[in-house]
Every structure is written in C-alpha cells, then in structure tokens.
C-alpha cells in the first residue's frame, strides 16, 4: 500500500525567509503524481504544485518548487520569500493510476510578521 | 469557472440523526470524489464516481454511508443513524478524466463540517 509521511507536525519562519517541508512517500509503482496542497485555516483546499514521476525536471510555480527525488521516494517542498499568506497546513499527497489521492498528514506552516 | 461548491457547509446533528450533504462539481468534469478529513489529519478517500457510476468504494465508508450521482452532474453523500465517530469535514473534489490521457489535477470544494453530538 501506497504511503505518504510528512515529518515536520509544524514549522515557523519570519516573512521572507526560505523554508522547505520535507515529505517521503512509499510505492512499488513507477508511473504516478505528487502533489502539494495548501489548506489555509478554514478555508478550501488549492492545489500549489504538481510533479509528475516521468519527469526528471522539477516542478516550479513562482515562488514554490519542488526537489523531487524518485529514487530516494522524496518529495520536498521550498517556498522562497515567504508570505504572510502562505500560513497554512500543506498537505504532500500521492496519486497512482487508480486516480485516488492518498494525503500525508500535514505540516502546520507560520508566517511570523 | 465558479469552482467546486459543497451545501450545507456547517451541519450540526444528533446522534442517530440522517443527514445528506451535496456537492456541486466544476461543470465540465466527469469525476467526482469525496474524501473525509478529521482534526489534525489528511483527508481519506471515500469514494469516487465517474460520470454517474460509482467506481471505487474505500472500507472507510460503513453501510450507513451512501453516495449517489444520478445524473453525473451533482452527488450526495448520505450518512444514516449519525454517530460521534462520524464528526469530520467531508471534502468532494473534481477532475477532467480522458481515458489514456494524464491523470488531471483535482480540485477541491470548501467540505462540509460535521458534528455529531
């Protein structure tokens, strides 16, 4: 069974600086998605990148990128200048062919002013 | 596009109590999932429909949770004779499935909250 760990219940960091949420995941499987979503507090989840597994490049949107490593089955986050709207819990997660994703348990993230 | 939208968003009910929440998916998308989300935790996969078949049932969801999409459009998810354990957010989501193509992105509704007293 496919498995996801996010290691880090919660981080903290000042506003503009760089900060990077770990997340490993276990699979037997060769073709498959990764994801990371942003849940700010009490409101919906919005995906903020995606990484597909055959693809050697890592992913970037903006100020997010991943560093994505398949054989080491990691999958981490870096947001680069901080804001105070990134706070919120960001959830790693795993999709394979069967098209449900399986979610880590979340890293609470603080944008301190 | 005006997103995927959940009703009610707050629900809260007695133990034993039957309640039924809807999700309205983006328009052009043929699959609909819901996934439950306790304190603290990632959401779990419920289930999952494709058009108006319901393709994928997780062991999570008892025999008193029910999900129907009659006509591929909306769903709702039915919980009958509510118990404390049930208290949860219920998160649907939606995704443009093509059958060869890459796996699309889904997008997720606001959840429905639920507390079961």
């Known amino acids: 069974a496919q498995t996801v760990t996010q290691s880090q219940p919660e981080m903290s960091v000042q506003e503009a600086e760089t900060v990077t949420l770990s997340c490993t995941y276990d699979t037997s499987e060769n073709n498959y998605y990764l994801f990371w979503y942003k849940q700010p507090p009490s409101r919906q989840m919005i995906l903020v990148i995606r990484?597909?597994?055959?693809?050697?490049q890592n992913a970037t949107e903006n100020r997010f990128s991943v560093n994505f490593q398949k054989a080491a089955k990691s999958f981490s986050l870096k947001i680069s200048d901080s804001q105070l709207g990134d706070t919120a819990m960001y959830f790693c997660a795993f999709m394979n062919r069967d098209d449900k994703i399986i979610f880590g348990k979340g890293t609470r993230l603080h944008i301190l002013p | 596009d005006t997103g995927v939208s959940q009703d009610p968003r707050h629900k809260i009910t007695k133990r034993g109590q039957n309640v039924t929440f809807r999700c309205d998916p983006i328009?052009?998308?043929?699959?609909l999932y819901w996934y439950r989300q306790t304190l603290g935790q990632g959401p779990e996969f419920l289930t999952y429909?494709?058009?108006?078949?319901?393709?994928?049932k997780s062991r999570l969801l008892s025999d008193r949770f029910s999900a129907e999409r009659p006509k591929g459009s909306f769903s709702t998810l039915e919980i009958q004779r509510t118990e404390q354990g049930d208290s949860a957010m219920y998160l649907c989501?939606?995704?443009?499935?093509?059958?060869?193509?890459?796996?699309?992105?889904?997008?997720f509704g606001p959840g429905t909250r639920l507390l079961v007293l």
């Open positions: 989501a939606s995704s443009s499935y093509t059958s060869g193509s890459h796996q699309e992105t889904q997008y």
């Open positions: 328009s052009e998308h043929n699959r």
């Open positions: 990484q597909e597994a055959y693809k050697q």
């Open positions: 429909f494709q058009n108006e078949a319901q393709l994928e």
